[in-house]
């Protein structure tokens, strides 16, 4: 799915909801149709059966950085756990 974002320094955001293996779905809601205007915060749909994710990509140049906890560390036993709702970079 792509967004165009009010703000034009994002510009267009490519959503994509990833349904993990054979028992996972995504269900986009009936409202979300093209031209469709989104307000901060609304639900675009729902994962089912858990085991989901997405991902965000946006163009070249509009992450400005990201906080180090954001980024995999593997094989640290001692990475700390990044908590939900935390900042995980910072567009601009």
Known sequence: MLI???DP??????FVAIGMVDVSSCLIGDHVRPGYRL???????CFQSGGSSECLIFR????GGSTLAAIP???????SPVR???RLAVAG
């Open 4 to 6: 165009r974002a009010a």
């Open 84 to 86: 939900v709702r935390s």
């Open 9 to 14: 320094v994002m510009g267009l955001v490519a």
């Open 39 to 45: 307000t901060k915060g609304e639900e675009l749909g």
């Open 60 to 63: 070249p140049g509009v992450i």
């Open 73 to 79: 560390q593997p094989g640290d036993a001692d990475a």
